[in-house]
């Protein structure tokens, strides 16, 4: 059942569809009187900013309302066409592991890439360098990724089913009523799990990608390195301040991959778990240990430069 993405109360409907997929009206939300979920009329494209910017309406709106069914009234007959509840929440939940299977494949292929063009930047550059052994060595890091993606999942999965049981003692041990439990908790699937971690991915990569294919440059045009003149950079202060943020004192990737990847993980889990974010910070943690053990034992086989592979591994 789908549920509002202000207040989590799960509502039959959305919208309701007059004869028309283009004639619909909004539902409102019966608890706390907004429309149920405004991301029905929103295209692709505000839904992918809006998941980069970790807003918590479009992650319950792709999570738990994606796929779900409208009343539909027919004006002509004047009555509402029935639909099989059992049914319509077996193809959502088919629906979501496909998702989960493309979603997946698209992001590994693009960490492999990132990841390649991080070991070997020389052939980045200049593409005419690709040869057999460049294939080979890619392949290699596409396998790895793959290993380590499904080595993180697998771990966040386990620890979040243990989070949810810990979660489920400590209601019951303060008499927490059932429906006092959040919409949130009450349509949970174990599915929901990987799929937030894929869309909490969206601002990483992103971020991740850009950096691949427009690296910022430590001079000006005609080789010369930047200098800080001019009356604001006479404090030597504010120079070292400054100079924290060039590129060879400063990992970029590193810190969109784990610090920036970390914290929206986070967010994503918490959206799915509904509890507190020391739990799902426990979670993440458990995950980068499984991965970073995996990335250990995958090392001498996928790059010859073990120490960036490791750097890279955590997600």
């Known amino acids: 059942m789908p549920i509002c993405i202000t207040c989590t109360e799960p509502t039959p409907h959305l919208y309701t569809v007059y004869d028309s997929a283009y004639n619909l009206r909004l539902e409102q939300c019966k608890k706390c009187l907004s429309f149920a979920d405004p991301y029905v009329e929103h295209d692709s494209l505000t839904l992918i900013l809006d998941l980069i910017l970790l807003k918590r309406g479009v992650y319950r709106h792709l999570l738990y309302n994606r796929g779900s069914e409208p009343r539909i009234v027919s004006e002509t007959k004047n009555a509402t066409i029935p639909t099989n509840p059992s049914n319509v929440e077996l193809a959502r939940e088919k629906a979501r592991w496909i998702r989960i299977l493309h979603l997946g494949s698209g992001m590994v292929l693009v960490d492999a890439f990132i990841r390649w063009a991080q070991l070997n930047p020389v052939i980045c550059a200049d593409i005419s360098q690709w040869s057999n052994d460049t294939s080979v060595i890619f392949l290699r890091i596409l396998v790895g990724c793959f290993v380590e993606t499904v080595a993180f999942h697998s771990g966040v999965m386990l620890a979040s089913i243990s989070v949810l049981h810990v979660s489920d003692w400590l209601n019951r041990a303060r008499h927490v009523r059932e429906e006092d439990v959040s919409g949130v908790r009450q349509q949970f699937r174990i599915s929901l799990i990987p799929l937030s971690v894929l ?29 800080y003149d001019g009356p604001p950079y006479e404090s030597s202060l504010v120079v070292r301040a400054l100079e ?17 990847g970390g914290v929206a993980a986070g967010f994503g889990l918490r959206v799915v778990l509904d509890c507190h974010p020391f739990f799902t910070t426990a979670v993440i943690l458990v995950g980068w240990v499984i991965k970073t053990a995996v990335a250990e034992l995958l090392r001498d086989w996928v790059s010859a430069d073990q120490d960036v592979w490791l750097a890279y591994s955590i997600p």
């Open 199 to 227: 869309y909490s991915s969206f601002t990483k990569y992103f971020l991740l990608f850009l950096l691949t294919i427009w690296r910022p440059s430590a001079s000006q045009i005609g080789g010369k390195p930047h200098r």
């Open 244 to 260: 924290i943020w060039d590129e060879d004192k400063l990992d970029r990737e590193w810190v969109v991959r784990n610090v920036l």
